[in-house]
C-alpha cells in the first residue's frame, strides 16, 4: 500500500520557516534548516514550494495575518498607528519581513498597491477631503514606518522609545487634524509655489 502524504507537512514547513525567520532574520531560513526543524526531508520541502522564495511568500503571508489581527480592535487612524508601532516593537523580524528592507522584493507590485489604497480608505474615513488623501496617507505612513524602523534598529527599545513613539503619533494626529480642517473651497499653494 502506497504511504499517504502528511496534509499538516506544507503547514509545519511553512511554521518552521516562520519560526526560524523570527530567530534569525533572512540569513536563518534555509531550506535545509526548514527541512530539519519540519521534520522532513528537503526533497519533501521541494514537492510544496518551488524555492525559498515561496516559502518566503508563504511566511510573509503568516506574517500578515497577525499583522492584521493586530489591527483589527483598532478605533481610528492614529489608533491603528500605536498599534503598527506596538506591533513592530513586540514582533521585530514580522514588522521587518512585511514592511523592512527587502520589502519591495519580496511584494509585488499589485499587492502593495492594493494595501495602500487600504490605508488610503483610512485616511478618507477620518475626514480628509480627496484631494489630499493620498499626500496625507504618505506622510503618515512615512512617519510610522520611519519610527518603527528607527526601533528595529536596536535590539531591544531605547529608553527614547516611549518618547519617539508619541512624537510619532502627536505628529500624525497633527496632521490628521490641519488636513480634515482645511476648508474644500481653500486652494493650496502648489508645491512649485505657484
Known amino acids: 500500500?502506497?504511504?499517504?502524504?502528511?496534509?499538516?507537512?506544507?503547514?509545519?514547513?511553512?511554521?518552521?520557516?516562520?519560526?526560524?525567520?523570527?530567530?534569525?532574520?533572512?540569513?536563518?531560513?534555509?531550506?535545509?534548516?526548514?527541512?530539519?526543524?519540519?521534520?522532513?526531508?528537503?526533497?519533501?520541502?521541494?514537492?510544496?514550494?518551488?524555492?525559498?522564495?515561496?516559502?518566503?511568500?508563504?511566511?510573509r503571508m503568516l506574517a500578515h495575518d497577525r499583522f492584521v489581527a493586530a489591527l483589527a480592535e483598532s478605533k481610528g487612524v492614529i489608533d491603528a498607528c500605536g498599534r503598527m508601532l506596538a506591533f513592530a516593537d513586540e514582533h521585530p523580524r514580522d514588522y521587518e519581513l512585511l514592511f523592512g528592507y527587502g520589502f519591495r522584493d519580496r511584494v509585488e507590485p499589485a499587492v502593495q498597491a492594493a494595501q495602500f489604497a487600504i490605508f488610503?480608505?483610512?485616511?478618507?474615513?477620518?475626514?480628509?477631503?480627496?484631494?489630499?488623501?493620498?499626500?496625507?496617507?504618505?506622510?503618515?505612513?512615512n512617519l510610522v514606518h520611519g519610527t518603527a524602523m528607527f526601533r528595529l534598529a536596536q535590539d531591544k527599545p531605547g529608553p527614547w522609545w516611549p518618547?519617539?513613539?508619541?512624537?510619532?503619533?502627536?505628529?500624525?494626529?497633527?496632521?490628521?487634524?490641519?488636513?480634515?480642517?482645511?476648508?474644500?473651497?481653500?486652494?493650496?499653494?502648489?508645491?512649485?509655489?505657484s
Open 120 to 141: 488610503e480608505g483610512y485616511i478618507r474615513q477620518a475626514g480628509v477631503p480627496d484631494r489630499d488623501v493620498r499626500p496625507t496617507a504618505l506622510a503618515v505612513r
Open 1 to 59: 500500500m502506497p504511504r499517504q502524504a502528511d496534509p499538516t507537512l506544507p503547514s509545519r514547513i511553512v511554521e518552521a520557516a516562520y519560526a526560524l525567520w523570527r530567530k534569525d532574520g533572512d540569513g536563518g531560513v534555509t531550506i535545509r534548516d526548514v527541512a530539519q526543524r519540519a521534520k522532513t526531508t528537503t526533497p519533501s520541502v521541494y514537492a510544496h514550494f518551488t524555492d525559498r522564495a515561496a516559502i518566503l511568500r508563504a511566511v
Open 163 to 193: 518618547e519617539s513613539r508619541a512624537a510619532c503619533l502627536d505628529a500624525c494626529a497633527l496632521l490628521l487634524e490641519r488636513r480634515s480642517m482645511q476648508p474644500a473651497s481653500r486652494g493650496r499653494q502648489r508645491r512649485d509655489g
